[in-house]
């Protein structure tokens, strides 16, 4: 299992990656700092599933969630930040493709 984190700061990439190794424990963790950089990695690496960090600087999850359409069904969840979100931002998200949307802050059982 392969997951690709983006945009994640220190402290979600550790939620994130303890999450998942609480589900799976072998899964491989990749993280990408900036949207554009994780487009590569998901045509190069072809992950399981993209975890966004919905405050991933440059780019909106709306439109992250476009251009990984654009190429690829894998999987994306966006998690919102609390200064980033709001009931708008969802809904863009979850109609430009996103499959799941969660807030912040969220448990580790949440993700």
Do not use: C
């Not at 993209?50 to 690829?72: C, H, N, T, Y």
């Amino acid at each position: 299992m392969k997951v690709l984190l983006v945009g994640t700061g220190p402290e979600t990439a550790e939620k994130v990656n303890l999450a998942a190794r609480l589900r799976w424990p072998n899964v491989d963790v990749h993280v990408a700092a900036e949207a554009d950089n994780a487009l590569m990695v998901v045509e190069d690496q072809e992950p399981d599933i993209v975890i966004f960090e919905s405050e991933a600087g440059e780019k909106p999850a709306d439109v992250f969630a476009q251009e990984l359409r654009a190429f690829s069904d894998v999987p994306l969840i966006v998690l919102e930040t609390e200064a980033n979100g709001g009931d708008l931002e969802e809904a863009k998200a979850l109609e430009a493709g996103a499959d799941d949307y969660i807030r912040q802050p969220a448990g580790i059982i949440s993700l």
